[in-house]
């Protein structure tokens, strides 16, 4: 059972390069979502979806894309990537409309902006 | 506003001693959900331990328990009888009534000294 599988686990762009940061999830979970984690800030929500062909706006979403074809996949585009951009990245998904669910994590994207 | 705040960057813990990590959230919604994951250097993101608004008992996994004083709107978890592996970055969440969000602390990074 792969849970929420996230690629590749570590990169590095130049300012202004594009790319995307894979995610998939094989557990049928309607919600997903995309977090940064930089040191002191606990994790930032950037984008969420709550299935297929439906994306909303976190708490910091300038600069990042995301779209949802499939239950199974929420990629995140960064357009031209900056250096604030710079931060360890988590996908996450869980069951829909219940606050008693608990997110399960990817492992994590480190992204380095140069 | 910060909707949950854990006001301890760092804390230290002899090896088989208890320890409670501090957290405090704020929510006008009657029902929402906390959570505590677990973050050690390899850097995923493990699920701990939840607690509903309206479940009556603290909550309790293994080692680890949750001390809910709803009133004063603190969620602290307690880790009882540490071991070395339990040092890493502890995250307190909280998702709020139908919402779907997570709303993270900023973390506290627990040490187990030998």
């Known amino acids: 059972n792969a849970g929420v599988t996230q690629t590749p686990k570590f990169q590095v762009l130049k300012t202004g390069q594009s790319m995307t940061l894979q995610c998939a999830q094989d557990?049928?979970?309607?919600?997903m979502s995309w977090y940064r984690q930089d040191p002191g800030m606990g994790l930032r929500l950037i984008h969420y979806?709550?299935?297929?062909?439906?994306?909303d706006q976190g708490e910091v979403p300038n600069g990042y894309n995301v779209s949802r074809s499939t239950t199974e996949d929420f990629p995140l585009r960064l357009l031209s990537a900056a250096p604030s951009q710079t931060s360890v990245y988590f996908c996450?998904?869980?069951?829909?409309?219940?606050?008693?669910?608990?997110?399960?994590f990817g492992d994590g994207t480190r992204l380095s902006i140069l | 506003a910060q909707k949950i705040t854990q006001t301890q960057p760092g804390m230290f813990v002899q090896e088989k001693e208890a320890v409670t990590l501090d957290c405090t959230y704020d929510?006008?919604?009657?029902?929402?959900?906390l959570f505590w994951y677990k973050q050690p250097s390899s850097g995923e993101m493990i699920f701990l331990i939840y607690?509903?608004?309206?479940?009556?008992q603290n909550a309790t996994e293994g080692r680890y328990s949750l001390n809910f004083q709803k009133a004063r709107k603190s969620a602290n978890l307690v880790i009882s009888a540490s071991q070395l592996g339990d040092s890493a970055m502890y995250f307190c969440?909280?998702?709020?009534?139908?919402?779907?969000?997570?709303?993270f602390g900023a973390g506290t990074r627990l040490t187990v000294k030998p």
């Open positions: 969440a909280m998702r709020e009534g139908e919402g779907n969000d997570m709303r």
């Open positions: 607690q509903g608004s309206y479940d009556q």
């Open positions: 929510t006008s919604d009657p029902s929402y959900g």
């Open positions: 996450a998904s869980s069951y829909l409309q219940n606050s008693n669910q608990p997110q399960h």
């Open positions: 979806s709550v299935g297929a062909g439906i994306t």
């Open positions: 557990m049928n979970h309607e919600y």
